[in-house]
């Protein structure tokens, strides 16, 4: 760290000594030349900064679960809840990049058994990267209509049970779904109902960085009640010329006035997509609804964006997610493998159980028959369900979003491969 701040210090007084050289210079070819030599060492001053911050937060990172403090709580929307996390040792955070989410682990009353349970559930960090404090936005999820079935458990205790001043466990910021603001091109955010938490955070991070780069802003939700930071977006929107709001209500309430709470009505889709943005080499940032992801994903496919510039996340598990690397024969073949009758050893529950291949993954295995193994995402981008393959071979549904250990397994997005013994 010590060496970057002397690389530093040194670009930067060279640097100095170069402006004072062009400020002098009366003729026009060397003046061309000193201006060529400031431009390269802003790059590499830029460089070296960045390098820094990652180095810094990378230091700062910490491994497992950390405890946090709830120090506020807003209200945004009918049902959506801002909730501002301080970490309780009072030591720094590490920077993230915006779009990335955290993990939480709740202990929560297990409504069937009547003792306390462990819950894991990931949310993504909606402000601009802050040095003080995380914060989230949370939808609460509400039970299927005319069903027994109970709501979203942990939406609705972060909502009715969780206050200010409570102490919540969180490991550090991760996730795909994100961009170094300093190094961002052009780019499309597009956020349906609460997923519009990681490409606020994408916004506000590049508008704060004041490149100048151009941020269309789609946002779809319900109507004027579900509408969350409406100020918020029509403040960017009136500060930053580079900032194009369009917010789309499926269905308009009485009191909602289009061109005062809203642009047009209907769904965000590809029409409203190339009707704002008109070209396709930008980035493209997409979190919503599965329905409505897998129709914007489509239709930027048929349009000709490159599958490199389509970025999308998924609050549960997602059905158009990136294909691991694989081709048609290969995927035919996975097919096939997913759906052998195997047996799968859980060592540490001591359970034996037989893949026929009517689950999903192995997660689901596990939770049908009561062996508890932690989820979060279900999507293969947390690492809450990463467990140790012993011994057997296992496949991938979809390519895992992070790292993890040589011999182990997402077991929500892994399938066997060949008869297996699993430390779960
Ligand atoms: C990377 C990532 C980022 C995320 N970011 C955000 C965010 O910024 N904001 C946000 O609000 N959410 C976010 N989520 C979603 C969040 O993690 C939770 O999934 C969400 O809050 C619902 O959790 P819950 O515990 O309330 O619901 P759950 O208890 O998991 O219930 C989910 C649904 O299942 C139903 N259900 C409950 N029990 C049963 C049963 N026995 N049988 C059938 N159905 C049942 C419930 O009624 C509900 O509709 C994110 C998810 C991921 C993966
Ligand atoms: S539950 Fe998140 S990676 Fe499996």
């Not at 049902?79 to 720094?92: I, W």
């Not at 409203?272 to 980035?283: A, E, Q």
Request: hydrophobic fraction near 35%; proline fraction near 5%; charge should be neutral.
């Amino acid at each position: 760290m010590q060496i970057l701040g002397v690389i530093l210090v040194a670009l930067v007084s060279v640097r100095l000594l170069q402006s004072i050289i062009a400020a002098v210079q009366s003729h026009s070819n060397a003046r061309h030349r000193t201006q060529r030599t400031l431009q390269l060492l802003d790059e590499q001053i830029a460089a070296v900064q960045a390098l820094r911050v990652q180095r810094e937060s990378q230091q700062m990172h910490w491994n497992g679960y950390r405890k946090f403090k709830l120090s506020k709580k807003i209200k945004e929307a009918r049902d959506v809840c801002s909730f501002y996390l301080v970490p309780h040792d009072g030591k720094p955070l590490p920077r993230y990049l915006p779009g990335q989410f955290v993990t939480f682990r709740f202990q929560v009353p297990d409504p069937n058994k009547g003792q306390m349970k462990s819950v894991v559930r990931c949310y993504s960090l909606s402000e601009a990267p802050r040095e003080q404090y995380y914060r989230i936005t949370v939808k609460r999820v509400p039970p299927p209509a005319r069903t027994n079935i109970p709501p979203g458990l942990i939406s609705n205790y972060l909502h009715d049970q969780v206050n200010v001043g409570d102490l919540l466990d969180l490991q550090a910021p991760r996730g795909e779904f994100s961009l170094d603001p300093a190094n961002s091109k052009p780019v499309v955010l597009i956020g349906g109902g609460v997923g519009v938490t990681p490409v606020l955070s994408i916004a506000n991070a590049i508008l704060e960085s004041e490149t100048g780069n151009d941020v269309w802003f789609l946002y779809g939700v319900r109507c004027g009640e579900d509408h969350a930071m409406r100020d918020h977006l029509r403040q960017l929107e009136q500060k930053h010329e580079n900032f194009h709001l369009h917010v789309r209500y499926s269905q308009p309430g009485e009191n909602d006035l289009c061109e005062r709470d809203y642009d047009t009505s209907g769904h965000i889709d590809i029409n409203l997509i190339k009707s704002l943005v008109k070209v396709t080499n930008l980035d493209f940032y997409i979190c919503g609804p599965p329905q409505m992801m897998d129709s914007i994903v489509t239709g930027l496919r048929d349009w000709g964006v490159a599958e490199d510039h389509i970025h999308r996340e998924a609050f549960g598990r997602a059905t158009l997610s990136k294909v691991a690397n694989k081709d048609e024969t290969q995927l035919k073949h996975d097919k096939l493998d997913s759906k052998k009758t195997l047996s799968i050893q859980f060592n540490r529950s001591n359970r034996n159980l037989t893949w026929d291949g009517s689950h999903n993954c192995l997660l689901d295995l596990a939770l049908e028959a009561g062996i508890n193994i932690d989820s979060g995402c279900r999507a293969g981008s947390c690492g809450s369900c990463e467990i140790a393959v012993k011994s057997g071979e296992v496949g991938c549904r979809v390519e895992p979003g992070i790292n993890i250990d040589k011999g182990s397994c997402l077991a929500c997005i892994s399938y066997p491969k060949s008869e297996l013994i699993l430390d779960a």
